[in-house]
């Protein structure tokens, strides 16, 4: 299994390498919406200026352009065979589950969140994970920034990674078979739980997902199949004339 992790890391720093440049229009754009224009462009703005005056104006466009984006549309499941009693009733069925998943995954609040990072990094991922407790698919809406995807030449994704900065003594609370090898000592009384780590988590085609550390050697925190057997992951993205993410 460490063979197969570090395979999985590597395919994850081929992927980011492959999106330096997506990643730092990506960096620009968000030091730009959280009032820090002056770092991207030095010297455009008088200084008497408040910078969150400028990065308030562009906040503010770009959240009014994700309600507009991001309504929930109404979902059923009825077809042409809408006169057939059985197969109505069948479809109306289906259409209260459909509903009921939505409704358990709070889409008509994150939908704006998708949308917000549609219109502002050019593409919104929607990852579907087990309920477990409620035996229902919950779909998470991820972050752009520091996810990164695969597509075969049909378009269907093939690899899907997630990156995310979370401190050790949390990760090592969440999987504390591995806490001796997470926390280690930096001086008298002290070690490095409050310091960030880079977390990782890998879906392949084949519906394996690995979670990892590459920070900590590679190391694997956990790895299973996604009952689906496939990347439980579809990607909405901006027309682009170059195929590159804006």
Same mark, same amino acid.
């Given at each position: ?105 709070? $889409? !008509? /609040?994150?939908?704006?969140?998708? +949308? ?5 990094? %050019?593409? =919104? ?102 009952? $689906? !057997? /496939?990347?439980?992951?579809?990607? +909405? ?5 170059? %195929?590159? =993410?804006?």
């Amino acid at each position: 299994m460490a063979e197969y992790a570090q395979q999985q890391l590597d395919r994850y720093e081929v992927m980011k390498r492959r999106n330096t440049d997506r990643d730092g229009r990506m960096k620009a754009v968000h030091l730009v919406r959280t009032g820090r224009a002056s770092q991207v462009f030095a010297g455009l703005f008088p200084e008497e200026w408040p910078s969150p005056v400028i990065a308030n104006t562009i906040d503010i466009a770009a959240q009014d352009t994700a309600e507009m984006v991001g309504v929930l549309p109404t979902l059923t499941a009825f077809g042409d065979s809408t006169l057939d009693e059985s197969k109505r009733s069948r479809a109306d069925k289906l259409t209260r589950i459909i509903n009921a998943y939505v409704h358990s995954s709070n $889409l !008509g /609040r994150t939908l704006i969140t998708a +949308a917000d990072h549609l219109v502002t990094y %050019g593409f =919104a991922a929607f990852r579907v994970e087990c309920d477990y407790e409620k035996s229902i698919p919950f779909i998470h809406v991820d972050d752009s920034v520091g996810s990164y995807v695969e597509r075969d030449r049909f378009l269907n994704v093939t690899a899907y990674t997630r990156s995310w900065r979370k401190r050790v003594s949390e990760v090592a609370a969440l999987y504390p078979e591995h806490a001796n090898r997470l926390i280690k000592k930096t001086g008298w009384n002290e070690d490095n739980s409050d310091q960030w780590i880079e977390v990782v988590q890998f879906f392949d085609r084949d519906g394996s997902v690995t979670l990892m550390l590459p920070e900590s050697s590679g190391l694997m925190l956990d790895h299973y199949r996604h009952p $689906l !057997g /496939r990347v439980p992951v579809a990607v +909405a993205s901006r027309p682009t004339l170059d %195929g590159e =993410a804006r």
